[in-house]
């Protein structure tokens, strides 16, 4: 989906309607045409908002299905998934190349996800966050961690709390180093068997506003017990499980040196890690927090629409991806230095 915006309007930035790229029978010329003139066909070019842009029919598969939360995106899709037709249309409508390169424009507006719904109040109401590393990081562990810690203190999260989302900013509480891995298949099992263990041992403390951030080495494949693997079927995922009574959130970050997954780039693993960190918070067990009708969780929205974030003074310093608000659509806190209130 792409939100058309006019910028000759009187109001500059108005957006003028909502194009599905799949469903429009014309060119991207056509569809800007025809929404400028209110003569677009309301099927393609307006209406509901929701899901991703598939790379081609023969790659649509139900990412519900990866994982075992049924009905429900608890993945960050491969960015070849996702967003090659918005590549497409880059190179065959170079006139629309701001209107890609606008992070916030696209791809699910306000109100855009049916059903975007609380569907069984499950948040992380203060997130807690800790990176627990299961060998050498395959990057700059020193850009990581301050990432981590301004993603959950420094206003990333805020306007899920303004917003009345049951979640927001939070505290980071560093670093944990665990076992480390050998290269190879790291199984949902294991994850949580890690955790478990990891807790067993004080190493770890839970409650229900921690959450884990497993930061898997090089060489190590995250694979769902299915077969689903990392970078060809996900580039992350989040889940809960329950210990003690408590239900424990953690998400498992596999190395993002792939193609799918950022071809090694550290802002391509950042932007997955704030998907994450954003879905954790709003839908802890998935599927039982806010969920759109078609499973999409609010990282899946606005999937792989990357943007810096930071600081006035540095204003580039990390690259994230926004996450979906019902209010706003694609949404990010603007960065503050001072630590949240509440």
Not at 283 to 300: H, L, Q, R, Y
Request: charged share 20%; proline share 7%.
């Amino acid at each position: 989906m792409l939100q058309i915006k006019e910028n000759s309007h009187p109001a500059p930035n108005v957006v003028i309607g909502v194009v599905d790229i799949h469903k429009f029978p014309y060119t991207i010329h056509d569809c800007i045409a025809f929404l400028r003139s209110r003569k677009a066909n309301q099927k393609a070019c307006n209406g509901r908002v929701g899901g991703w842009v598939m790379a081609s029919k023969s790659k649509r598969f139900d990412l519900r299905s990866v994982g075992p939360r049924q009905n429900v995106m608890q993945i960050a899709p491969p960015r070849h998934l996702v967003r090659n037709s918005v590549t497409a249309l880059q190179a065959d409508a170079p006139e629309a190349h701001e209107l890609l390169t606008q992070p916030l424009e696209a791809p699910t507006g306000p109100g855009g996800a049916r059903g975007f719904m609380n569907r069984a109040f499950s948040q992380i109401a203060t997130p807690c966050l800790s990176n627990v590393y299961l060998g050498p990081f395959w990057d700059d562990q020193d850009h990581l961690e301050a990432f981590s810690k301004a993603i959950i203190e420094n206003g990333y999260l805020d306007p899920l709390r303004q917003l009345n989302y049951g979640t927001g900013s939070g505290i980071y509480l560093g670093p944990v180093q665990g076992t480390t891995l050998a290269p190879g298949d790291f199984t949902d099992t294991q994850a949580r068997q890690t955790v478990a263990d990891m807790l067993d041992q004080g190493v770890l403390h839970a409650d229900q506003n921690t959450l884990f951030m497993l930061i898997l080495p090089s060489g190590v494949v995250s694979k769902f017990d299915d077969g689903s693997a990392s970078c060809s079927r996900f580039c992350g995922y989040h889940d809960a499980f329950t210990y003690h009574g408590i239900d424990v959130a953690y998400a498992v970050m596999p190395s993002a040196e792939c193609t799918g997954c950022g071809d090694g780039a550290i802002g391509a693993f950042t932007a997955t890690y704030s998907h994450e960190v954003a879905e954790a918070c709003t839908d802890k067990i998935p599927g039982k927090g806010w969920v759109a009708d078609d499973g999409s969780e609010n990282g899946d929205l606005e999937a792989w629409i990357l943007f810096p974030w930071g600081p006035p003074s540095d204003p580039k310093r990390f690259t994230v991806q926004g996450y979906y608000t019902n209010e706003q659509g694609n949404t990010i806190g603007a960065w503050r230095d001072s630590a949240p209130t509440s």
